[in-house]
């Protein structure tokens, strides 16, 4: 099996990589593991490799960075083979408003990350996997794509941009053999999240998290909302009328606009 993840050094991709050695150890995994932390990266790999047939491949880099996505892409082609697939988690979140002109700069972040970063992931793997005769490619959205969330607009708006990009992404590969499966996560317990002040319903461990998200990415999945509790709430936001929407959200806490290091 050959797996390659970004936003590997902690949070939910760091459970991922995690869970596939142990799901895999016996079989055989070889595992690209890409972030901008090397030193994360390095530890992550001397744990992971103290299991037996696990092979891992690490590529400190920025998803923002297309040409180095496209080296590590060539990198782990050439010793790994074309992957099975291939999960784009790199991603980030900080509380935005659009009066604060110094929050343009987080804004434009946000949305190279966790858009941009998303093509810049699965883009240079494409054209191997469909030599390969198929894959699979995953995509980390949010349920914060499904309605905007005050306090939040531009992760709000990314994860937006996310969910339908992978729905476009999704129809393209489908004669290529290639399936393509947006997962969104309500709140997972990481260092993400580690800084919200609010309560946070239904709040999730990343390990356990992670092994939802291999079950879905296993049953090729085309779109599910994690946990399934907020699935369900997913439903109910999508369709809640715009009066009633902005009513419910006036009191709705904000995210802390504080500044961030990207995971």
Not at 146 to 168: C, D, H, Q, V
Request: charged fraction near 15%; glycine fraction near 8%.
């Amino acid at each position: 099996m050959n797996v390659f993840i970004t936003g590997a050094s902690s949070g939910i991709g760091a459970a991922l990589a995690s869970a596939y050695a142990s799901q895999y150890k016996n079989q055989g995994l070889n595992i690209g593991l890409a972030a901008r932390r090397s030193e994360h990266l390095q530890k992550l790999k001397i744990l992971l490799e103290t299991q037996p047939n696990i092979r891992c491949y690490i590529y400190p880099l920025d998803v923002r960075d297309h040409q180095a996505l496209a080296v590590a892409a060539g990198d782990f082609i050439m010793h790994a083979g074309a992957p099975d697939m291939v999960i784009a988690c790199a991603g980030v979140s900080r509380g935005t408003l659009t009066e604060h002109q110094e929050d343009i700069a987080a804004f434009q972040a946000v949305m190279d990350i966790n858009v941009l970063g998303m093509v810049h992931t699965f883009q240079p793997f494409i054209t191997a996997m469909r030599e390969a005769g198929g894959g699979q490619l995953v995509g980390i959205a949010s349920v914060a794509g499904i309605r905007g969330l005050p306090g939040a607009g531009a992760y709000s708006a990314s994860k937006a941009a996310a969910i339908s990009y992978l729905e476009s992404l999704r129809v393209e590969m489908s004669p290529s053999n290639i399936a393509v499966t947006t997962i969104a996560p309500g709140y997972i317990r990481t260092p993400m999240t580690d800084v919200n002040t609010y309560t946070m319903p239904f709040l999730m461990d990343a390990d356990v998290a992670a092994q939802k998200f291999i079950k879905a990415i296993a049953g090729k999945r085309r779109f599910v909302v994690i946990p399934w509790q907020m699935g369900w709430l997913g439903r109910i936001m999508k369709f809640i009328p715009p009066v009633v929407w902005d009513w419910a959200m006036k009191k709705a806490p904000y995210k802390p606009r504080l500044d961030w290091d990207w995971l």
